[in-house]
């Protein structure tokens, strides 16, 4: 068997040859190290006992099993670095590496990491049942338009929707859907038709999709990146009544086999002035 030259290579010259000391980061960031019990040594009737007091570990991350000799128990000690990992999440990390030695046994080596047990009873009723008990009661005879007329009761002035720079509170955000479904009901959308939304992804397109159920049809998504023929496709298939594209949208859409309308950017007040349509069919 061929020894390899570099097979014991120092880690800090391995780093100083990598440069990563002025990267500011290491080779890696955890590291775990044995170090087994020491060998009995002693000068005729002296016995000697070996003692570690630091291993000069540099990482942000650094776990020392230690066992000293074999009467002394195993002693797991957690090193990290105060900037990096905050004590919390280094209890929680020293709590599993505990569970995982007291709860491992011999029939366990063979067994896939996924299946070794590294949290105890009561942290996994904290991450399979509490962090997962989300379920709201939410009126099922109530419609999304519903929900946010609720809201704008509530909070009339709160921030809905942010996009980028732009946001529109509850009130506007009702006002402007509502608005919108009467153009759209003029058009002759009704209960139970399909309308396309190929639309920048804005507050307008909020706006449109909460006025297409303020009138009771229901929205096809469009994507203009799709090609010709799929489009066309989905718009026949669904028997879509109307698609509604934008300025930067519809001279991207290839000719669909229904009526197209688009919705319109116009000016905002200044003090209600935010970057997106108004909602607007033209």
């Known amino acids: 068997m061929t020894k390899h030259v570099h097979s014991r290579f120092p880690l800090t010259e391995l780093s100083s040859l990598l440069k990563l000391a002025r990267q500011g980061?290491?080779?890696?960031d955890v590291q775990f190290n044995y170090i087994p019990p020491a060998q009995g040594s002693g000068f005729e009737?002296?016995?000697?006992?070996t003692v570690t007091l630091s291993h000069g570990f540099f990482l942000p991350l650094n776990i020392t099993c230690s066992h000293p000799n074999s009467q002394s128990p195993v002693r797991l000690t957690v090193d990290y670095d105060r900037g990096l990992i905050d004590e919390d999440e280094a209890c929680r990390l020293a709590q599993c590496l505990h569970v995982l030695c007291t709860t491992i046994s011999i029939e366990d080596l063979d067994e896939s990491v996924d299946h070794l047990?590294?949290?105890d009873a009561q942290e996994r009723a904290?991450?399979?049942d509490d962090l997962n008990r989300t379920s709201v009661d939410i009126p099922v005879a109530m419609t999304l338009p519903d929900l946010l007329r609720r809201q704008v009761d509530r909070t009339p002035d709160a921030i809905a929707v942010v996009c980028g720079n732009d946001q529109i509170s509850f009130l506007e955000l009702h006002t402007r859907a509502r608005t919108l479904a009467a153009q759209l009901a003029d058009t002759g959308v009704t209960t139970g038709s399909v309308v396309g939304v190929a639309l920048t992804r804005n507050i307008s397109l909020i706006v449109v999709l909460i006025a297409i159920h303020e009138v009771g049809a229901a929205y096809l998504p469009l994507d203009p990146a799709y090609p010709a023929d799929r489009l066309s496709y989905?718009?026949?298939?669904?028997?879509?009544?109307?698609?509604?594209?934008?300025?930067?949208t519809a001279p991207t859409l290839p000719p669909l086999p229904t009526n197209i309308a688009q919705i319109e950017e116009t000016e905002r007040t200044p003090e209600r002035a935010h970057n997106d349509a108004s909602g607007e069919i033209r």
């Open 25 to 28: 980061r290491g080779l890696y």
């Open 45 to 49: 009737n002296l016995s000697i006992d």
């Open 117 to 119: 047990q590294i949290v």
């Open 126 to 128: 904290l991450l399979l």
């Open 234 to 248: 989905l718009v026949d298939d669904s028997k879509a009544s109307l698609v509604l594209v934008d300025k930067l």
